[in-house]
Nanobody
Framework: QVQLVESGGRLVQAGGSLRVSCEAS????????MGWFRQAPGTEREFVAA????????YYADSVKGRFTISRENAKNTVYLQMNSLKPEDTAVYYC???????????????????WGQGTPVTVSS
């Protein structure tokens, strides 16, 4: 089992930056693909970014491409999401997820991720 705990979410002004973290415990995540999803009130959970187990390949939603960066430190069992140029529409609860993903996987759907954190709220004020 993998337990995931997100942290770092807070209120930030539009145009600002924020880094959220996801720390894993229970077992190493070095063999797992990792993803970030977000969910705003009244909406479905949507894909934000993902990273392969080695960190060599990343995936981004069009809405965050060029503004957000996903990274991982396997030695620390931690994944990060650096968010720059934040917009009010980025307001959501951000969730970290882990899955047995690789080449050919659909990284963009929450259905393929086995483990989820409880989320950390990010609010971007205009």
């Amino acid at each position: 089992q993998v337990q995931l705990v997100e942290s770092g979410g807070r209120l930030v002004q539009a145009g600002g930056s924020l880094r959220v973290s996801c720390e894993a415990s229970g077992r190493t995540i070095s063999s797992y693909g990792m993803g970030w999803f977000r969910q705003a009130p009244g909406t479905e959970r949507e894909f934000v970014a993902a990273i392969s187990s080695s960190g060599s390949t990343t995936y981004y939603a069009d809405s965050v491409k060029g503004r957000f960066t996903i990274s991982r430190e396997n030695a620390k069992n931690t994944v990060y999401l650096q968010m720059n140029s934040l917009k009010p529409e980025d307001t959501a609860v951000y969730y970290c997820a882990a899955g047995d993903l690789g080449f050919g996987s659909n990284w963009y759907t929450p259905l393929v991720y086995e483990y989820w954190g409880q989320g950390t709220p990010v609010t971007v004020s205009s």
